[in-house]
């Protein structure tokens, strides 16, 4: 009886020091797995300030490109342009124009800026709407201040624009938004 005792006792206690050596073990390897995790986060963070890097850098080439764009558009920019039946100043991409145009058999002609990007073309702005020529050719001009106006064959302004503010060496610019700087 006193036999089974010291021996149950030494399984118990065995059995402990092996549970410890299993606890101890079991830590290791969650250490050993948080430090893996630690780097696998620093790598991770790395990865991703060099996809942030990358991404910025294609956002600021982009926005130095288009600002390039936009400082040698190519788009019409008009002084004094003759504007007569069928002839047209188009924006860049060609979704907008400036035309002089008469409806069917009418004697009234318009400057327009016109939508071109569908079937049916549409007036999206007509400039001398309420004062048309009656002849077929007329001459866009941009006078000092900044004034964009509409003569007929007399030198007679027939439209212009309203502005306020002048312009050193004013000029006019269709942008491909359909709107006329």
Same mark, same amino acid.
């Given at each position: 009886?006193?036999?089974?005792?010291?021996?149950?006792?030494?399984?118990?206690?065995?059995?402990?020091?092996?549970?410890? %050596?299993?606890?101890?073990?079991?830590?290791?390897?969650?250490?050993?797995?948080?430090? %893996?995790?630690?780097?696998?986060?620093?790598?991770?963070?790395?990865?991703?300030?060099?996809?942030?890097?990358?991404?910025?850098?294609?956002?600021?080439?982009?926005?130095?490109?288009?600002?390039?764009?936009?400082?040698?558009?190519?788009?019409?920019?008009?002084?004094?342009?003759?504007?007569?039946?069928?002839?047209?100043?188009?924006?860049?991409?060609?979704?907008? %124009?400036?035309?002089?145009?008469?409806?069917?058999?009418?004697?009234?002609?318009?400057?327009?800026?016109?939508?071109?990007?569908?079937?049916?073309?549409?007036?999206?702005?007509?400039?001398?709407?309420?004062?048309?020529?009656?002849?077929?050719?007329?001459?866009?001009?941009?006078?000092?201040?900044?004034?964009?106006?509409?003569?007929?064959?007399?030198?007679?302004?027939?439209?212009?624009?309203?502005?306020?503010?002048?312009?050193?060496?004013?000029?006019?610019?269709?942008?491909?938004?359909?709107?006329?700087?």
């Amino acid at each position: 009886m006193y036999e089974f005792w010291p021996l149950a006792r030494a399984r118990v206690l065995i059995g402990a020091l092996e549970l410890k %050596e299993e606890k101890l073990k079991a830590k290791e390897e969650a250490e050993d797995l948080a430090q %893996e995790m630690a780097e696998l986060r620093y790598r991770m963070t790395g990865l991703l300030e060099e996809e942030c890097k990358r991404r910025a850098c294609i956002e600021q080439a982009s926005l130095h490109r288009i600002a390039e764009l936009e400082s040698t558009y190519i788009e019409v920019q008009i002084r004094s342009v003759s504007v007569t039946n069928g002839e047209t100043v188009v924006s860049i991409g060609r979704t907008f %124009e400036l035309e002089y145009f008469s409806l069917g058999a009418s004697k009234n002609w318009y400057v327009a800026i016109l939508y071109k990007k569908i079937s049916v073309t549409t007036n999206v702005w007509i400039g001398n709407r309420n004062t048309p020529l009656t002849g077929s050719s007329g001459v866009l001009k941009v006078r000092s201040p900044g004034i964009l106006g509409l003569v007929d064959h007399k030198n007679t302004t027939v439209w212009s624009s309203n502005t306020s503010s002048s312009a050193h060496n004013p000029m006019a610019q269709l942008l491909d938004s359909g709107i006329l700087l």
